[in-house]
């Protein structure tokens, strides 16, 4: 894969190539760094976690393993100082661990669940994933300080997941498949029992621009923006397709991500494309 960052016109800069096993990179909250995992699972030490420069993507450097398991899906703590990522192993549950990301100390364990998604209140609160059964993933809230766990969405034999805040912390976006396709959805936050469905050809990874004035959402591996006036959601417009396609992305994680400014997408584009 090549990392690119592309602008919202389609302009791109190539910033290094990473192997074929990478996913889901990550900028860090100052924009200058990215983590990533990468997904050799027949490799010595399994998937591991990486972070770069983006300004020397090739000088990359690998994070300490957590012995006997597999590392993966790093999300940056709001100060850059941690990155949070999955602990998983045929012999123990699945777990959320958080670590320096300079890669000294140990690593922590925080919960035992699917993987983190993004922060609430300042980085109080830790939204993750939740999974029943196969497939039905739902979407819940851990509180750093008091340990204690809220569910937020959780539709049953369906998926909801790639949850993101509002920058103003009042509304959650996130992909859902309980129509039988992805659709992005949001609601209020706090919740309120209403619930907005905002497409209808499909879409998911949902992400809000830093202004709040209008969602990104990818759709058959373009980019979509959908121009959201949440101060009256009975008018949600039509998405506009953006010159921004041919990028990696699978059914869940995102493997994209939107650079602080607003400005520019980090994509993964296959060699050659």
Do not use: C
Request: aromatic share 10%; no cysteine.
């Amino acid at each position: 894969y090549e990392l690119v960052l592309v602008s919202m016109d389609g302009t791109k800069k190539v910033l290094g190539q990473l192997p074929p096993t990478v996913y889901a990179p990550r900028i860090s909250p100052d924009g200058k760094r990215v983590a990533f995992e990468t997904r050799d699972m027949s490799g010595a030490d399994g998937p591991r976690l990486w972070t770069a420069d983006l300004s020397d993507v090739a000088g990359r450097k690998v994070l300490p393993l957590v012995a006997g398991a597999i590392n993966w899906a790093p999300l940056w703590t709001l100060d850059g100082q941690r990155l949070v990522f999955i602990v998983s192993s045929p012999d123990r549950p699945d777990a959320v661990y958080w670590r320096r990301a300079d890669g000294s100390g140990e690593a922590e364990h925080l919960i035992d669940t699917r993987a983190a998604e993004g922060w609430v209140g300042g980085g109080v609160q830790m939204r993750f994933l939740t999974l029943k059964g196969n497939r039905d993933y739902g979407i819940s809230l851990f509180d750093m300080k008091t340990q204690t766990v809220t569910h937020l969405v959780d539709w049953p034999g369906s998926a909801q997941h790639s949850s993101n805040m509002s920058p103003d912390g009042k509304w959650m976006a996130y992909a859902s498949n309980e129509t039988g396709r992805y659709e992005v959805w949001m609601e209020p936050f706090p919740r309120s029992g209403a619930r907005l469905q905002l497409t209808r050809d499909g879409g998911s990874h949902p992400m809000w621009a830093p202004d709040g004035r209008s969602l990104y959402f990818d759709r058959d591996h373009q980019m979509f923006q959908l121009a959201v006036n949440t101060q009256d959601v009975t008018s949600i417009g039509e998405p506009t397709p953006l010159p921004i396609k041919g990028f990696a992305q699978a059914e869940y994680r995102r493997q994209f991500d939107l650079m602080p400014d607003g400005r520019q997408f980090l994509v993964l584009v296959p060699t050659g494309r």
